[in-house]
């Protein structure tokens, strides 16, 4: 069983690197959410050494995950942690052109019209009077493991989240469906569109959508081996049947058994396979004082990927769709 996630060590070397390319970007451009930015992140990944970019390759394994160590965040020049995303302004902003460079040597970044303001990099800290929510910015309750997007089609292939502080060493927590152990009937009952995903409260817009909401399949088996899209917290699995449930219930107690903790430290960037790893987050108390816990999210499309059902194709995604940051 695996207890602990594949650390993947950047050198001192490529960190300056990656770094100082993040650096001279932001220079050129003042803002990290400059539309001319995005437009220059394929150019430059393309000039990095073969080496940078040779650690930063996708993930490989059945862990589906792993993180990246090495960089290292200047706690005092960061500044406080804002008690929303909405206030975040430039902070940490070298940290985003960071984000888009790894997600761009892994693929396409994208963003949603829909949450935060489009941004490509979204800003994850707990935020007053949403303790309890399932989204991001809550505190005080478990994050239940879920895809990220599950109700969108257009949904990322990896996740990026990229550390900046984390007081008490709270953790991420992730469980590959490739480490579950299923099974055949089980797999084939998941496998049926029975129960739709439903937006999440980090999307106002598609919650009011008004079309009917499309059941969708739990796992895949693709050719690359078995894929999940799972989010349990806005699924309305008491209207599926019994025999259905049961199999959902096992498979939540075997994503359970399988389930890693990863406590970020500042500077780690965890790299998760979104077809492959649901990923959560254990409670903790927020303090709201300016030193909370404080990531930085990207969400990256991969070209030519094959891990889901043609049958995506046809849904309506609630009215949201992806924005990709440049034509790939
Ligand atoms: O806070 C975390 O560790 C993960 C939160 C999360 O689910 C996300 O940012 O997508
Ligand atoms: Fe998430």
Redo the contacts with the bound molecule.
């Keep these: 069983m695996p207890t602990a996630a594949p650390v993947r060590r950047l050198d001192a070397g490529h960190v300056t690197e990656l770094t100082a390319v993040a650096a001279e970007l932001l220079d050129l451009h003042a803002s990290a959410t400059s539309p001319a930015l995005l437009a220059d992140l394929a150019p430059v990944c393309r000039r990095l050494s073969p080496g940078l970019r040779e650690a930063l390759r996708p993930v490989e394994t059945a862990d589906g995950l792993f993180v990246l160590r090495g960089l290292s965040v200047d706690d005092a020049e960061l500044g406080p942690t804002p008690g929303h995303w909405s206030t975040v302004g430039r902070a940490g902003a070298r940290w985003d052109v960071v984000l888009l460079l790894v997600s761009t040597l892994m693929g396409t970044p994208i963003a949603w019209d829909g949450q935060q303001d489009g941004r490509f990099v ?1 800003n ?1 800290v707990p935020s007053p009077g949403q303790e309890t929510v399932q989204i ?1 910015a809550s505190s005080s309750v478990l ?1 239940t493991p ?1 895809t ?1 997007d599950a109700f969108h089609p257009g949904r990322a292939h990896l ?1 990026l ?1 990229c550390c900046m502080r984390n007081p008490g060493r ?1 953790a ?1 927590t992730a469980a590959s469906i490739r480490r579950t152990r299923l099974s055949d009937d089980d797999l084939a009952e998941l496998a049926l569109p029975v129960a739709p995903i439903l937006p999440d409260d980090a999307y106002a817009d598609a919650q009011r959508f008004g079309g009917r909401p499309a059941p969708v399949p739990t796992l895949h088996a693709g050719e690359e081996g078995l894929s999940l899209r799972f989010d349990p917290a806005y699924t309305p699995v008491e209207e599926a049947g019994e025999s259905w449930r049961a199999a959902y219930g096992r498979l939540e107690d075997e994503l359970a058994r399988v389930s890693v903790a990863v406590s ?1 430290e500042p500077g780690d960037v965890l790299v998760v396979d979104n077809d492959m790893v649901v ?3 254990v409670p903790f108390t927020a303090r709201y004082d300016g030193t909370d ?1 404080w ?1 930085k ?1 990207a969400s990256v499309r991969v070209p030519g990927r094959r891990t889901r059902p043609a049958s995506e194709a046809a849904e309506h995604g609630y009215g949201q769709a992806a924005i990709e940051a440049f034509a790939s």
Excluded: K
Aim: charged share 25%; net charge positive.
């Design positions: 979204h994850i991001g994050l879920h990220e996740l989240l709270v991420t970020l990923h959560g987050r816990r990531l999210r």
